[in-house]
């Protein structure tokens, strides 16, 4: 019974064992691939130094940061089209123009071409040709790199097409951006 009694505990004691080695093995994981995200969340922010390493919570301080400061640029930018677009049909209006004459507000389109391009359409009347040359800044400003351009006319509108390159791990954000804007 003694021998017995033995080998009862030491079934016992085996799964214990196995199950904190599964936990021990489980947590190293989980904390690696924190570590990878972290590290991916700190090369997206533009004070990113791969020679100098920030403790974790200064990442994280830093990273929130970024986003409100990028909060607030959509939102600055939008409140510049919102007034743009308002100062535009407010001098039509004044300059004698009636309501059938008066144009539609440009539209733009954003489309992902897949491989981190991005396609932007932009149309709009003759009078807003300096729309497109807003998006290019916008865009040169944010570090995307214009691929291409171009421009055409149909009918009594402008029609502007460009392709932009961006960084895929940042392709989401600057969809939300410029359907912001």
Do not use: W
């Amino acid at each position: 019974m003694d021998h017995h009694h033995q080998q009862q505990q030491q079934q016992g004691s085996e799964p214990s064992t196995t199950t904190k080695v599964e936990r021990k093995i489980i947590e190293r994981n989980r904390r690696n691939k924190m570590k990878d995200l972290y590290s991916k969340l700190n090369s997206l922010l533009p004070s990113y130094s791969p020679t100098e390493v920030l403790p974790l919570p200064d990442q994280i301080d830093e990273a929130v940061k970024y986003i409100k400061s990028l909060e607030k640029k959509v939102k600055m930018a939008k409140e510049k089209k919102e007034r743009l677009l308002k100062g535009r049909n407010n001098n039509k209006r004044s300059r004698g123009f009636d309501e059938k004459n008066i144009t539609k507000s440009p539209t733009i389109d954003v489309h992902e071409m897949g491989n981190s391009l991005l396609q932007v359409v932009l149309t709009c009347g003759f009078e807003n040709k300096f729309l497109f040359s807003e998006i290019i800044r916008i865009l040169h400003e944010e570090k995307v790199e214009v691929v291409s351009a171009n421009s055409s006319s149909h009918g009594d509108s402008m029609i502007h097409v460009l392709h932009a390159e961006i960084p895929s791990a940042l392709q989401q954000l600057y969809i939300y951006m410029i359907q912001k804007i």
